[in-house]
């Protein structure tokens, strides 16, 4: 099935997939970031994942806003 993405759609798209690419490739690994964030931050390891999972998911929630899912055609 092939859907027909409207210009409002493809931007709501075009922003999804952004946040997602960047949450995937600009994030730090768990690891990395725990090695690091004493040295680099000044924060706690647990501290500084507690902070990145908020973050992420503050950035997945801007992404989605105004966004609504397709309706089923049946």
């Not at 960047?22 to 994030?27: A, L, P, R």
């Not at 990145?52 to 309706?71: C, H, L, Q, T, W």
Request: net charge positive.
């Amino acid at each position: 099935m092939i859907i027909k993405f409207n210009k409002k759609k493809q931007e709501q798209f075009n922003k999804m997939y952004a946040t997602l690419k960047h949450i995937s490739q600009e994030y730090y690994q768990v690891a990395a970031l725990r090695a690091a964030a004493e040295a680099r931050y000044n924060i706690r390891p647990d501290d500084a994942v507690d902070q990145a999972y908020e973050n992420m998911r503050n950035d997945a929630r801007k992404a989605i806003s105004g966004v609504r899912p397709f309706r089923s055609q049946q």
